[in-house]
């Protein structure tokens, strides 16, 4: 059984298009987070997400939306896709509050705008 | 200031050697968490090890283990007979008391066979 699991793993769009990546995890996990891997490998936090508290990262634009149905789920929304919106995106999840506070990543999407 | 540096952007390795991928952070937080992923050519993201600030003694996994040196505020990690399965970019992060995770720029490490 994959831990978190994200789809889909490529996604491939045109500008101004409105596209969603959904994200699933199987670990109990009470925290989500999405992340964004530019084309220089360089991570970067977007959002995390602990139950009913979004945390957003103030340099995401507001084009980028998560969506939590439940803490098993954290979907990311983007409307009007831009050029430079091209990354891999990385959804991961941890147990907040425990010691160590491993993140566990997803197999991320691949996302390409045309 | 960058919280997490990886001075080596690229390395190479004998396959059965060991290497050591260099890693230094910067934070005044009494409290935090390193930690070491691994990116295959696939692009998952693999955890590998863990060291607490408060860990007395190094973290060690199989065939990983992390040289922390809390003075110098470094944690290389050090992986030890090379295999060609290992070429892989590997990123550092750290997480300072509750908040989120700062990765490192990554170290792209090739093994030779």
């Known amino acids: 059984d994959t831990a978190v699991s994200q789809t889909p793993k490529y996604l491939v769009t045109q500008m101004g298009n409105d596209k969603s990546i959904k994200c699933e995890q199987n670990?109990?996990?009470?925290?989500m987070y999405w992340y964004k891997q530019d084309s220089k490998k360089f991570l970067k936090i977007m959002f995390s997400?602990?139950?009913?508290?979004?945390?957003i990262n103030e340099t995401v634009p507001n084009r980028f939306s998560p969506k939590s149905p439940d803490k098993a789920h954290l979907n990311l929304h983007i409307n009007s896709l831009e050029l430079g919106d091209s990354a891999v995106y990385f959804c991961?999840?941890?147990?907040?509050?425990?010691?160590?506070?491993?993140?566990?990543f997803g197999a991320g999407t691949r996302l390409s705008v045309l | 200031a960058q919280k997490i540096t990886q001075t080596q952007p690229g390395m190479f390795v004998q396959e059965k050697e060991a290497v050591t991928l260099d890693c230094t952070y910067d934070t005044s937080d009494p409290s935090y968490g390193l930690f070491w992923y691994k990116q295959p050519s696939s692009g998952e993201m693999i955890f590998l090890i863990y060291?607490?600030?408060?860990?007395?003694q190094n973290a060690t996994e199989g065939r990983y283990s992390l040289n922390f040196q809390k003075a110098r505020k470094s944690a290389n990690l050090v992986i030890s007979a090379s295999q060609l399965g290992d070429s892989a970019m590997y990123f550092c992060?750290?997480?300072?008391?509750?908040?989120?995770?700062?990765f490192g720029p990554g170290t792209r490490l090739s093994v030779l066979p």
């Open positions: 060291q607490g600030s408060y860990d007395q």
């Open positions: 997400y602990n139950n009913k508290e979004l945390i």
């Open positions: 670990l109990g996990h009470d925290t």
């Open positions: 992060a750290m997480r300072e008391g509750g908040q989120n995770f700062v």
């Open positions: 991961a999840s941890s147990q907040r509050g425990g010691a160590k506070n491993i993140q566990y």
